[in-house]
C-alpha cells in the first residue's frame, strides 16, 4: 500500500490529517520521510493509526525529522525516571508502573497539560514536533485538543494584527503552574525554569503561514503591565480556541499522533485519577530560539 493522506474532516482540509500505508515500525524510506515532513507542513497535525512500536522505533521514526530534545521539562528526579531521557513520560505512572497518587506532585505539576500550551515554549530553543503514542488509555475521557494556530492569525481582525503583530511574550513553567495554583517549587526548578522570550507572531519556516505562539506558559508581554498583558492574552486565547479551529483526538492504543508545536497549540483533557493512561512522547527541537528565526 502507498502511503495517502486524508483529512480527518473534510470541511478543514489543511489541518489534522490521517496517514495511511506507513509501518513506523520499520525504518522509513527517504520518500516517506518526504511525504510525512510535507504532510506535517500542510495539516500541522499528523494521526498514524495501528502503530504498536517501542520506544526505539518511536525515537527512530522522530530522529528523521531533526534533531532530539530531551526529556528535561517535568519535576521527576533522575532516580524516579519511569523511561529513558529521550523519551517523555506522558503517563499518570511510577516508575514501577503504579498509578500515582492524587496527590502526588508530579501528577499534580503535569496537570499543567490541561492547559492549552505549545510544547517546550519555556525553553530558549523550544519544541518544533511532538509525536505521541498511545501505549494504554483510559476508558473514558483523556483526549488530546489541537487548536489551529494559524487559523487563529487568518481570523484575527487587522487592529488586532497590528497590535501583537511584534510583540515579544515571557514564558515559563512557573506560570503555566501557577494558573492552576501549584506554586512549591524548589530554587532549584526556579532557576532551571528562568523565563525565556518569544515571538507572539511566527512565521512557518516552510509553508510561510502565520500563527500565534501562545502557549499556558506565558506569563507576560514586554512591555506591557503584567493584568493587561494577561487579559490580551486570555483574549486571544479564547479566539484561537473556539470549536471551529479545534480537533479533538480520541485516543486508540497504539495511535501516534504528532503535532507542529510552532503552529499548534494542544491540551489533555480530564479522565478517572485512578485509571492507567500511558503515552510516550518523542519531541524534535526547533531551529533557534524563535526571536532569531524570521518574523511576520
Ligand atoms: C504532551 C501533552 C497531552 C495529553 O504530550 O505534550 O501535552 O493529552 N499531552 O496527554
Ligand atoms: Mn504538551
New binding site residues.
Given amino acids: 500500500m502507498t502511503l495517502k493522506i486524508i483529512p480527518r474532516d473534510p470541511a478543514r482540509p489543511d489541518f489534522a490529517g490521517e496517514v495511511q500505508g506507513i509501518d513506523l515500525r520499520k525504518k522509513l524510506t527517504p520518500a516517506e520521510v518526504k511525504a510525512v515532513a510535507d504532510g506535517m507542513d500542510h495539516y500541522a497535525v499528523l494521526v498514524f493509526r495501528d502503530q504498536d512500536i517501542d520506544d526505539d522505533q518511536q525515537f527512530a521514526f522522530s530522529c528523521n525529522f531533526g534533531p532530539m530534545e530531551k526529556a528535561t521539562?517535568d519535576i521527576a528526579a533522575p532516580q524516579d525516571r519511569r523511561l529513558s531521557m529521550d523519551i517523555?513520560d506522558?503517563s499518570n505512572l511510577d516508575k514501577n508502573g503504579k498509578v500515582l497518587a492524587r496527590d502526588d506532585r508530579r501528577r499534580l505539576f503535569?496537570l499543567g497539560?490541561?492547559l492549552w500550551?505549545s510544547?517546550s515554549s519555556f525553553k530558549p530553543t523550544p519544541?518544533k514536533y511532538?509525536a505521541?503514542s498511545a501505549r494504554k488509555i483510559p476508558e473514558s475521557g483523556?483526549?488530546?485538543?489541537f487548536a489551529d494556530m494559524r487559523a487563529a492569525w487568518d481570523t484575527l481582525d487587522q487592529e488586532t494584527r497590528d497590535l501583537v503583530r511584534d510583540m515579544v511574550t515571557v514564558h515559563s513553567q512557573i506560570f503555566s503552574r501557577g494558573v492552576l495554583g501549584f506554586t512549591d517549587f524548589t530554587d532549584e526548578e526556579r532557576v532551571k525554569w528562568a523565563p525565556v522570550r518569544h515571538r507572539l507572531v511566527r512565521r512557518h519556516e516552510s509553508s510561510g503561514r502565520l500563527s500565534l505562539y501562545l502557549s499556558a506558559h506565558i506569563g507576560g508581554i514586554e512591555g506591557w503591565p503584567v493584568p493587561e498583558a494577561r487579559a490580551l492574552l486570555r483574549d486571544l486565547t479564547e479566539h484561537a480556541t473556539q470549536r471551529q479551529f479545534v480537533y479533538a483526538?480520541v485516543?486508540r492504543p497504539h495511535d501516534l499522533v504528532m503535532w507542529d508545536n510552532r503552529a499548534m497549540m494542544?491540551?489533555?483533557?480530564r479522565y478517572d485519577a485512578t485509571e492507567v493512561?500511558d503515552?510516550h512522547?518523542t519531541?524534535n527541537a526547533d531551529s533557534a530560539p524563535t526571536l532569531e528565526q524570521p518574523g511576520p
Fill in positions: 521539562g517523555g506522558i503535569s497539560n490541561q500550551h510544547d519544541a511532538s505521541l483523556g483526549n488530546t485538543e483526538h485516543w494542544h491540551r489533555a483533557r493512561r503515552l512522547r519531541t
